[in-house]
């Protein structure tokens, strides 16, 4: 006698039948791929919040916003997609087509906010 692995009821059918109904199947699958990727989701939505607090903040294509301020609506500078150097040795890291770089100016941090441009793909 089998026993559903999802609502623990008996099994009524096929001796190999592994679930009783097609909805427990279903169910039992969709817990299993949540648990197993719930590292790609969190990640995922990380980058997604930063990506929108980005392009909410760079209106005009380059800004500078207060470091704190992007903070406290919960921005995670350590979550990004890709990063670019430009000449002066500066780093721009990106989620996705928005990026900043960490800049200090009158003892007060800052990032300056850029969209990918097309030169930067050499």
Same mark, same amino acid.
């Given at each position: 006698m089998n026993i559903c692995?999802?609502?623990?009821s008996k099994i009524i059918g096929r001796s190999d039948k592994k679930y009783c109904s097609i909805h427990c199947k279903s169910a039992h699958q969709y817990q299993n791929r949540k648990s197993e990727e719930a590292l790609y989701y969190t990640i %995922?939505? +990380?980058l997604k919040t930063n990506r929108k607090l980005l392009k909410a903040y760079n209106k005009s294509g380059m800004s500078t916003v207060r470091k704190e301020k992007?903070?406290?609506?919960?921005f995670d500078p350590t979550y990004f997609t890709h990063y670019w150097k430009n000449k002066k040795g500066q780093v721009y890291l990106f989620c996705y087509e928005y990026g900043f770089l %960490?800049? +200090?100016?009158n003892q007060k941090e800052k990032y300056l906010l850029v969209t990918w441009q097309d030169y930067m793909d050499r």
């Open positions: 692995p999802h609502c623990n %995922d939505k +990380k992007l903070l406290s609506e919960g %960490d800049l +200090k100016e």
